[in-house]
Structure formats: structure tokens, C-alpha cells
């Protein structure tokens, strides 16, 4: 058991400690399979947690039985990070956690081309020392 103080907790710090709390406490409960009223407790569930997250969304009351499974409905308010789709409990789950895959995969980061010149296929910037640095295409 881990003993902390409280009152020493910064704002940021509390809000991180409930966001774990909460996820660790949605991971305990439901590590079974579920009937429909349990998986609607758990949405209202996964709604605060979200919520608490800061998390939004134009839709998520809708379900249905899909692929031998109970999927939700979301439709996210962010879609640039997050996508609308049909979702099992622990996909939304995982949400809360920010993975899975209502998360938009992030696209790998081009390389910093600021400060580069391209002739002929080839990049080339000056350093400080007066030297030149190339990279071909």
C-alpha cells in the first residue's frame, strides 16, 4: 500500500490520481463477461470517466448486438482525434485510457525541414560552423 498526502496534491496530480482510479476500478468490476443491464451500469460508468477526462461526445446512448457482442454507438465530438464507430465496452474502456481504437493513429512526424534547401533530389542546410549538411533523396 502506498501511503501520500492529500492536501500536498497539486490539482494536476489529483486529476491524474482520479483517472487512474477510475480505469483501475472499470478494470476490476468488469473482467468478465457481462449481461445487457451489466453493460449498460458499466456505460453510465464509462461515461463519467470520460467525462471526468474531459472527454465529448454527440453520441453514446445507442447499442446493438453486433458480432456476437453488444457494441455502442459513438459518435465523438473531436474527430480529429477520435473516431465515430460501433465499440465493445472495453474498446470504450480503453478509450478512457486513451488507447484502443476509437484513438486516430497519429501519422508519423515529417522531419523538420525548416532551415533546408532541396537541389536535385537533394537536402542541404548550413550549419553554424560553416560546414554543409546533406541528405539525399
Same mark, same amino acid.
Given at each position: 500500500?502506498?501511503?501520500?498526502?492529500? *492536501?500536498?496534491?497539486?490539482?494536476?496530480?489529483?486529476?491524474?490520481?482520479?483517472?487512474?482510479?477510475? +480505469?483501475?476500478?472499470?478494470?476490476?468490476?468488469?473482467?468478465?463477461?457481462?449481461?445487457?443491464? *451489466?453493460?449498460?451500469?458499466?456505460? *453510465? /460508468?464509462?461515461?463519467?470517466?470520460?467525462?471526468?477526462?474531459?472527454?465529448?461526445?454527440?453520441?453514446?446512448?445507442?447499442?446493438?448486438?453486433?458480432?456476437?457482442?453488444?457494441?455502442?454507438?459513438?459518435?465523438?465530438?473531436?474527430?480529429?482525434?477520435? @473516431?465515430?464507430?460501433?465499440?465493445?465496452?472495453?474498446?470504450?474502456?480503453?478509450?478512457? +485510457?486513451? @488507447?484502443?481504437?476509437?484513438?486516430?493513429?497519429? /501519422? /508519423?512526424?515529417?522531419? /523538420?525541414? *525548416?532551415?533546408?534547401?532541396?537541389?536535385?533530389?537533394?537536402?542541404?542546410?548550413?550549419?553554424?560552423?560553416?560546414?554543409?549538411? @546533406?541528405?539525399?533523396?
Amino acid at each position: 500500500m502506498i501511503d501520500f498526502d492529500l *492536501e500536498s496534491l497539486s490539482i494536476p496530480e489529483l486529476e491524474r490520481l482520479r483517472d487512474a482510479i477510475n +480505469q483501475r476500478l472499470l478494470q476490476l468490476r468488469y473482467s468478465t463477461p457481462r449481461s445487457l443491464p *451489466e453493460l449498460l451500469r458499466m456505460l *453510465e /460508468e464509462v461515461k463519467v470517466v470520460l467525462s471526468d477526462q474531459g472527454k465529448e461526445w454527440r453520441s453514446l446512448e445507442r447499442w446493438q448486438w453486433m458480432d456476437g457482442q453488444i457494441r455502442f454507438w459513438l459518435n465523438p465530438a473531436d474527430q480529429v482525434h477520435y @473516431r465515430p464507430g460501433w465499440y465493445t465496452i472495453d474498446e470504450l474502456i480503453l478509450w478512457s +485510457q486513451d @488507447r484502443g481504437p476509437v484513438l486516430v493513429p497519429q /501519422e /508519423e512526424e515529417e522531419e /523538420e525541414l *525548416e532551415g533546408w534547401t532541396e537541389i536535385n533530389g537533394v537536402r542541404i542546410r548550413w550549419l553554424p560552423d560553416g560546414t554543409m549538411e @546533406r541528405i539525399e533523396g
